[in-house]
């Protein structure tokens, strides 16, 4: 859980803390130093955001019967697979345009509104969009982990988001050079791997929640070849179940979907990817 979480905050964070870096380092350049107040109150408005998410997701089914909960699970959690993986196809897609999109939305905020309170509204949205990401990707990896650390949860957001404030400051100061397209790459296909497993705990929420058929259907019971917690490899199995949803008794139908998510998904990531490094040589030789 600390991994997955660690990794996702970082990768959000990277994300926003480049979107907030061109914003700022675009309003000072065009000598608009005026607005900067306003910008930090949009950043602050998509900070509190996703923090309001998080915290109606964790309290407001509380009150719900089990049925009710886990169908809310289930649904809450294909939507965060489905929005993780929106998010790691765009920002490959995207990431080399960032800056300009970013610019061009600028100049036509403070364009329309001279005094700059356009820009709050960008800001928010533009950083908001990612916290809002990362609470639903987090809230899905804590409700389908049987370990449910708080600890590791908190750490491992903390440390991602401070990884990523870090990695946001060296690139625009020039420090150091940062391949995006490795970065997303790579993370890519990590977070590929973990949102199958939160697709398929999704699915075993439907199934629970009496929503999709075949709850007792199994594709195979493992159960009895797991390790006692004394064993030395059984943290092997704590670490897989919490980052990648490891199920030694998955159903028939949450196998389905297992494949059905990361086959295409890994393939097309795979292909996209290897596309664009063609096209940056071909580039790069003409």
Known sequence: MFVANLLIALR??????????????????????????????????????PLAVGAILTWGPQTLTYQAQEFIGGSLSLVAAALVTWMIFW??????????????????????????????????????????????????TVQSSIQ???LATTAGVVVGLILAVLLGWVVYRGARRINLRLFFAVTGYF????????????????????????????????????PSP??????????????????????????VAWCVYFVPVVILFAYRTSAGKRTKTAVSAG
């Open 12 to 49: 959000e964070g990277f994300e926003a803390s480049l979107v907030v870096g061109i914003l700022i380092a675009y309003v000072v350049k065009a000598g608009r130093r005026d607005v900067l107040n306003k910008l930090w109150l949009g950043v602050g408005i998509a900070v509190v955001i």
């Open 91 to 140: 920002m490959g897609k995207h990431s080399r345009d960032l800056k300009r999109n970013l610019e061009s939305s600028l100049d036509r905020s403070l364009a329309r509104q001279s005094s700059g309170w356009g820009i709050v509204g960008l800001a928010a949205l533009a950083v908001g969009r990612e916290g809002v990401e990362t609470a639903l990707f987090i809230w899905a």
């Open 148 to 150: 449910n650390n708080i």
């Open 191 to 226: 977070l590929i791997l973990v949102t199958a497993g939160i697709a398929s705990y999704g699915v075993g929420d439907l199934q629970e929640a009496g929503v999709l058929p075949g709850i007792m259907t199994h594709a195979w019971d493992l159960s009895a070849h797991l």
């Open 230 to 255: 004394t064993s030395p490899v059984y943290w092997l199995y704590v670490v897989g179940q919490a980052i990648f949803q490891i199920n030694l008794q998955p159903t028939v139908l949450q196998t």
